[in-house]
């Protein structure tokens, strides 16, 4: 297992930018798929971004071309970088990871990190 220590967030201009950075500590990072996730005041917590512990990444439409993840296997780091920020991107941030393998789901949180989006 692994557990995940987040920074970064904070109170930004639409159309600025932020980075996110999430600390893993534990277990073999590189065992493990990566992802942010968001949750804004009543909705739900929606998948942001994913990378497999490989490097393989994926993202939700509404942030394509906006939002960049990346992890780094030799620091166990994973970062959400976010340009051209929406007032619409305004939520709690979470950090989350999973044994990479079929059948685990996203069993390791971070603690949240807020981002907010004035406009």
């Known amino acids: 297992q692994v557990q995940l220590v987040q920074s970064g967030g904070g109170l930004v201009q639409a159309g600025g930018s932020l980075r996110l950075s999430c600390a893993a500590s534990?277990?073999?990072?590189?065992?493990?798929?990566m992802a942010w996730f968001r949750q804004a005041p009543g909705k739900d917590r929606d998948l942001v971004a994913g990378i497999t512990g490989i490097g393989e990444r994926s993202y939700a439409d509404s942030v394509k071309g906006r939002f960049t993840i990346a992890r780094d296997n030799t620091k166990n780091m994973v970062y959400l970088q976010m340009n051209s920020l929406k007032p619409e991107d305004t939520a709690v941030y979470y950090c989350?990871?999973?044994?990479?393998?079929?059948?685990?789901?996203?069993?390791?949180w971070g603690q949240g990190t807020q981002v907010t989006v004035s406009s």
């Open positions: 534990g277990d073999t990072f590189s065992n493990y798929g």
């Open positions: 989350a990871g999973r044994y990479d393998r079929p059948g685990y789901g996203w069993a390791y």
